[in-house]
């Protein structure tokens, strides 16, 4: 008996077209966040917020495909004549005119939400900490767990399925049989986690910042910004990182995370003091940093005390010497020509010296890639 058959295909893009909207949406936003990262990262309301807060970005709304009318109104749009040729010009957009109030449709822009975490997530993606030496180990806790065992009884979110499976086939060979007919249970296997010790690279990073009667608010507001946006990516992205901070003048301390961030003080620059205080905390804690990588990032306004000027450049070498990499950050409020500390690190042409020079805020960003920029990446 003949019988008649239909065949079909469903498809299924349209059953997942919302899931690609979102994704769609989300690589929009990304993108406009990322075309506008210098600006969003030196705001002051995100440095001082929780992980938590909500910001908002404006988003240009993409405009779908779709039929329109000719502006221009002209005859026979759409179709042409006949004759034309390659690269021919088919017709002109009409003048609008020149300036005043005009009468065309903007482009529509919306506000999308994201909070400061995921905004750190696009950031940290294209830093790292640069030069670190896999051989210098040290041996500390580890936060995360290994599964080394398998048991009997545990949660069933550790159950190990393939041994369980095993377990019934062994059992059922037993009895005679070569396929189990169900999963018995004494055949369940757990996977039994426990916690180690893992040699994990460490680091130290010694935050240095300039609190002399020189730097006023703006250079303040940058090294702060800096420093915030720094300690944010050190403890996201590296468990083995110990953070040292420390304050100078003409002299330099050690100083609480607290104090780091909001005192400030008075009174004239010598960068020596600061470079000479990192040196024996390293000298002291760790050896001469032997074991560990060492990272010094110091901000200031590069108006030292002409006759520290020497010394200063002395002990920043000294510091070279047991560093992976020298940051030097330098804000400039004004325009003026002067031979600041920056002038004289750029001629020691030492390529484990970086640094910046800050005019705005928006360079806070640039200091970040300067100084921690993935290899690869445009700095």
Not at 46 to 59: E, F, L, S, T, Y
Not at 125 to 154: C, H, M, T, W, Y
Request: one cysteine or more; hydrophobic letters at 35%; charged letters at 30%.
């Amino acid at each position: 008996m003949d019988s008649d058959y239909t065949l079909s295909r469903e498809d299924w893009s349209l059953h997942r077209k919302g899931i690609l909207d979102q994704e769609r949406h989300r690589a929009k936003v990304e993108e406009a966040i990322r075309k506008n990262l210098a600006d969003i990262v030196s705001q002051e309301s995100i440095i001082m917020a929780d992980g938590q807060k909500v910001i908002k970005v404006p988003i240009r709304s993409l405009e779908e495909y779709r039929l329109r009318f000719d502006p221009a109104k002209g005859q026979n749009a759409g179709q042409g004549q006949g004759g034309s040729q390659p690269g021919a010009v088919l017709g002109r957009e009409a003048s609008r005119g020149g300036g005043g109030a005009g009468d065309e449709p903007g482009s529509d822009y919306y506000e999308a939400e994201i909070t400061v975490d995921e905004l750190a997530e696009i950031l940290f993606a294209e830093l790292e900490l640069p030069n670190l030496d896999d051989l210098n180990r040290r041996r500390i806790p580890a936060e995360g767990v290994d599964f080394r065992s398998v048991g009997k009884v545990g949660l069933t979110s550790n159950l190990d399925k393939k041994r369980t499976l095993l377990e019934a086939i062994k059992r059922a060979a037993r009895h005679g049989g070569a396929v189990p007919g169900a999963i018995a249970r004494e055949d369940v296997r757990f996977r039994v986690w426990e916690e180690v010790e893992r040699a994990q690279t460490a680091a130290l990073v010694v935050a240095m910042m300039d609190t002399s009667g020189s730097m006023g608010d703006f250079e303040k507001y940058v090294a702060r910004s800096f420093f915030t946006w720094l300690v944010r990516f050190l403890r996201s992205r590296y468990r083995s990182v110990e953070l040292v901070f420390l304050a100078h003048s003409t002299e330099a301390k050690e100083v609480s995370e607290e104090e780091f961030f909001t005192k400030g003080e008075s009174g004239g620059t010598k960068c020596s003091s600061v470079y000479r205080l990192a040196m024996e905390i390293v000298a002291q804690r760790y050896g001469r940093g032997l074991g560990i990588n060492i990272y010094p990032f110091h901000f200031s306004d590069g108006d030292n005390l002409a006759s520290d000027n020497q010394r200063a450049l002395e002990a920043a070498r000294e510091l070279l010497d047991v560093a992976r990499l020298f940051g030097y950050g330098e804000v400039r409020s004004d325009s003026s020509p002067r031979h600041t500390l920056l002038s004289l690190f750029r001629e020691m042409g030492d390529p484990r010296l970086k640094t910046a020079e800050i005019w705005e805020k928006a360079d806070i960003h640039r200091a970040l890639r300067a100084f921690l920029g993935k290899e690869g990446l445009p700095r």
